[in-house]
């Protein structure tokens, strides 16, 4: 988990960032519930202080609220490339597992086979950077 910010944004500097910074500037977040609430743990008191500017489903649009100056959006790494936007891990750190499935001996569509590769070639990114947190 981490936060995407413009790259011309003053936490755009830091490498890590925390509650408290983020308490101050307006927050774009999962309109998921159960992600709230695993937010809100982490945030612990500042929660409550938190300016929400919106809520996202998809993180193509969480990024596009950012370059338009919504807010800072809290997303997990997808290992996009967004020349104009940077991503910030959060410290503490905040893991959430994930699963991708499908019938076994299913031969999958190009596309599909494209996007599971493209799943696993981002783990391997991820984890190579020693980033895991």
């Not at 003053?10 to 925390?18: C, H, N, S």
């Not at 500037?25 to 998921?32: E, F, K, T």
């Not at 929400?52 to 997808?78: S, W, Y």
Request: glycine content about 6%; charged content about 20%; hydrophobic content about 45%.
């Amino acid at each position: 988990w981490g936060v995407l910010v413009r790259a011309d944004a003053p936490l755009a500097a830091q490498e890590r960032v925390g509650p408290e910074d983020l308490a101050q500037i307006p927050l774009i977040i999962s309109g998921r519930e159960s992600v709230q609430q695993e937010l809100a743990s982490w945030f612990r008191e500042y929660w409550e202080k938190l300016e929400i500017a919106a809520t996202f489903n998809l993180g193509l649009n969480a990024a596009n609220m950012v370059r338009c100056g919504v807010g800072a959006a809290l997303t997990f790494v997808l290992n996009l490339a967004f020349e104009d936007l940077r991503f910030l891990p959060l410290s503490p750190p905040i893991e959430t597992g994930t699963v991708l499935v499908w019938k076994k001996d299913t031969v999958l569509t190009p596309v599909a086979e494209a996007f599971r590769q493209h799943i696993k070639n981002a783990e391997q990114t991820f984890l190579s950077q020693d980033n895991r947190h």
